[in-house]
């Protein structure tokens, strides 16, 4: 969407059949569409850890960037409050904090290379991996799936929706130093149901 306002007028028009707990525009503001209890419409068809139906099990915050330029700093701070406050309120734990690229890498590329993923796990708002010794990059399609990535989507998806995240400097074939970060993963914070 083009601002955070086109984004509000279509996330409250059923028609569309699309919603979202929050949403933060790039000022920092927040508004609250749907109730943290009841079901909204954000993340469509993909699964984690091995749950599917994601939008039963999950709060939804969509951030208004159309993925070309970096995120502004009063739009992160406000999603980190916001973090904080629903993983305290809601007993969830860094590791359920996700994009919708990685519950559906062969739909979804948000939020994208140039989303902070380091900053929140920092802040113990997400997880970030230490430094990992290189490891067989035959083994990364294991680790990720343990990790909690779809294991029926493609694996030029998955890498994508991987890559984003943890290594949005990586091309090509895998890497033995891209594995690596897979097996840290899949070893600190293995798939927990939502």
């Known amino acids: ?22 949403l933060i525009g790039r000022c920092g503001t927040v508004w609250q569409l749907v109730r943290d209890r009841d079901r909204a419409w954000h993340a469509g068809a993909g699964s984690w850890g091995g749950q599917a139906d994601i939008n039963s099990r999950s709060i939804g915050i ?3 960037n159309r993925g070309t330029h970096p995120f502004s700093e009063p ?14 309120r809601h007993d969830i734990s860094k590791e359920g904090v996700i994009g919708h690229a990685d519950m559906a890498p062969d739909r979804k590329i948000d939020p994208g290379p140039r989303f902070d993923w380091p900053r929140l796990a920092r802040r113990g708002l997400s997880v970030w991996p230490e430094e990992s010794p290189p490891s067989d990059p035959d083994g990364i399609w294991d680790n990720l799936t343990r990790f909690g990535y779809p294991g029926g989507s493609p694996d030029a998806a998955t890498l ?13 074939a895998v890497s033995a130093r891209e594995a690596g970060i897979a097996a840290c993963l899949a070893r600190r914070w293995p798939a927990k149901l939502l």
Do not use: K, N
């Open 1 to 22: 969407m083009e601002s955070a306002e086109a984004a509000l007028d279509r996330l409250c028009d059923p028609q569309f059949e699309v919603s979202a707990h929050y």
């Open 62 to 64: 969509e951030l208004d």
């Open 160 to 172: 994508r929706a991987f890559r984003a995240r943890f290594a949005p400097w990586a091309s090509g």
């Open 75 to 88: 739009q992160m701070a406000a999603l980190e409050g916001l973090l904080a406050d629903l993983l305290a």
